[in-house]
């Protein structure tokens, strides 16, 4: 049995078709309700979780394998455990503002985000010192109503910055789901992780999973 520490929401809405295309039933995962523990046959049990605790459950060795954002390991810097590029979930990491705003004017912007340590990272680079205000969500509020001059966030459709009239100023690094694993677990349940690895593979690449 692997358990598997899966995003909810958007990840898990998206990695649903590629696991019933390895042949996984997942209709107690479509009819989960307000389960939170839900075993897919005998040979997964599933746990759904914040994307930023995937890692605290794998670290703490009470999973074997996450499922969880590029934006997530990228913003705490852990990408060391990486197995699989799923190629769902695709979006990038975009800077954004109203029309008008000017990133090189000289003086300290304010930066809302929920990603502080891309941020920062991505105005260092330009010899930026800026003043990033963290925020949990709706991010897209921060430039509208004078909390930050811009924000780093993610943009898949386009529609949140469309509907509130905001414009894309930079864009810094595309985003996908990927697999981690637990390295103990890769010791120990090899095999059953490399097999999930190689149908989640080949599912991927079918034509009519695109
Ligand atoms: C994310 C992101 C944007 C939105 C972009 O937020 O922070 O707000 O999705 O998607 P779009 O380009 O398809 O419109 P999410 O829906 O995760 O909710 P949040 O605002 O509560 O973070």
Do not use: W
Request: aromatic share 6%; glycine share 8%; charged share 30%.
């Amino acid at each position: 049995m692997l358990s598997i520490a899966l995003t909810k929401g958007r990840v898990e809405e998206q990695v649903i078709p590629l696991f019933e295309r390895c042949g996984i039933d997942c209709e107690p995962l479509r009819n989960k309700k307000r389960k939170l523990v839900i075993n897919l046959g005998d040979n997964l049990k599933v746990i759904l979780v914040k994307g930023g605790d995937v890692l605290t459950y794998l670290n703490n060795g009470v999973v074997d394998i996450g499922i969880v954002g590029s934006d997530i390991l990228d913003e705490q810097q852990n990408t060391g455990y990486e197995l699989l590029d799923l190629q769902t979930g695709r979006c990038q990491f975009i800077l954004a503002s109203l029309a008008g705003y000017d990133m090189n004017e000289p003086r300290r912007h304010t930066i809302g985000t929920k990603y502080p340590n891309i941020t920062k990272r991505y105005f260092a680079g330009r010899g930026k010192d800026v003043e990033i205000i963290k925020i949990e969500g709706s991010v897209e509020l921060a430039p509208l109503i004078g909390l930050a001059d811009a924000i780093v966030d993610i943009t898949e459709t386009g529609t949140t910055l469309r509907e509130n009239n905001l414009q894309i100023f930079d864009k810094l690094s595309p985003i996908s789901t990927r697999l981690v694993a637990n390295p103990l677990a890769l010791k120990q349940k090899r095999s059953e992780i490399f097999d999930l690895v190689d149908r989640l593979k080949a599912a991927r690449q079918s034509d009519d999973f695109k």
